[in-house]
C-alpha cells in the first residue's frame, strides 16, 4: 500500500477516541458518545464507486456503522450495472472521479440519463478547481476531495439527504 493510500482517506480522528481509520479497519474502538454526535442514516441505499479496493471497503464499513445501507462498485461500467438493478432504491450516490475505464465524470452523466433527480457526490486526490467544475459540470450535487474525515462524509451525506427531502416538500 503506498503512502497515499496509508495517508488515509478517511482520517478519523477526535481528542476523545484517538480512534483512526487505517487500511481496512477500525484501528480503536469508537467512542460511543462520539458516535452519536455524528449524523446517522436511516436505512437509506447509497452506491460507493471506487476503483480502490480498501477505499471501497473502509468507507462501506463507516456507512454500515452509521445507519446506511451499502452497494460497492469498483468501476463506472459496474456501478450502470447496480443502479439499473436498484435504481428504485439508491438514494445517493459517491463516486469517485479518477477510475480507469470509465471515470466518474461519464458515470455522473450516464446515471444522471437514467434519473435526472438523482444525488451524486464527486470526490476525488486530485481536487482541482478545474475537477470540482468539471464533476459540477457532469452533474455532482456536491464535491469532497480526498483526504476527507468520517465527520465530512456523514455530515455531506445528511446535507445532501437534506436537500432531497426539502425539495421534496
Given at each position: ?73 469498483e468501476s463506472g461500467t ?43 457526490i464527486a470526490t476525488s ?45
Amino acid at each position: 500500500m503506498d503512502s497515499h493510500r496509508i495517508n488515509l482517506y478517511i482520517a478519523f480522528r477526535y481528542p476523545a477516541s484517538h480512534s483512526y481509520f487505517t487500511g481496512d479497519k477500525l484501528d480503536a474502538p469508537l467512542d460511543l458518545s462520539i458516535e452519536a454526535a455524528l449524523p446517522q442514516g436511516h436505512g437509506e441505499l447509497v452506491l460507493v464507486i471506487d476503483d480502490e479496493t480498501d477505499l471501497r471497503i473502509v468507507t462501506q464499513q463507516v456507512l454500515e456503522l452509521f445507519n446506511y445501507r451499502v452497494l460497492l462498485a469498483e468501476s463506472g461500467t459496474k456501478a450502470l450495472v447496480l443502479y439499473a438493478q436498484h435504481e428504485a432504491e439508491i438514494e445517493v450516490v459517491l463516486t469517485d472521479i479518477m477510475m480507469p475505464g470509465m471515470d466518474g465524470f461519464v458515470t455522473t452523466q450516464r446515471l444522471l440519463e437514467i434519473n435526472p433527480q438523482l444525488k451524486v457526490i464527486a470526490t476525488s486526490g486530485g481536487a482541482t478547481a478545474d475537477v470540482v467544475a468539471k464533476a459540477k459540470s457532469a452533474g455532482a450535487k456536491r464535491f469532497m476531495p480526498k483526504t476527507y474525515t468520517i465527520e465530512t462524509l456523514l455530515k455531506l451525506f445528511a446535507a445532501v439527504l437534506a436537500d432531497s427531502e426539502d425539495s421534496a416538500h
